[in-house]
């Protein structure tokens, strides 16, 4: 198994539990929590896609958190109740809003930087 895949898996977790922890205080704002997601989702896209170039994993992890987004414009009944469980509004939120698009990129643009230098100096 390649040690990036580890390595990714663990950042995973961990930036869900950040994550988690980021909606029950106060004083953290709301986005912080989107830009988290969009980590979440990039960690995840690249442990599963460990020999893709970055930029494609970003691009990936960036379209998938925007249509996720911009699913949220859609009210079938049962999206809407999918969504009002508490696995549901985590995973697909509630509520269209430009700032979360906003969120969502720099969360991609900061974890994207982090990768690109971590596994220059760790696999160079």
Known sequence: ??????????ALSITIAIGLLSRKLPFVPAETGDA?????VFCMCRAIMVRKRLAIIALLSLLISYC?????????????QLRSTTLGHLILGQGFLWKDIAAYSIGIATIYTCALWFEKNRYN
Not at 68 to 80: M, P, Y
Request: glycine share 0%.
């Open 68 to 80: 996720v987004e911009a699913s949220q414009l859609i009210q079938w009944n049962w999206l809407t």
């Open 1 to 10: 198994m390649d040690k990036r895949r580890i390595y990714y898996l663990v």
């Open 36 to 40: 988290l997601w969009a980590v979440m």
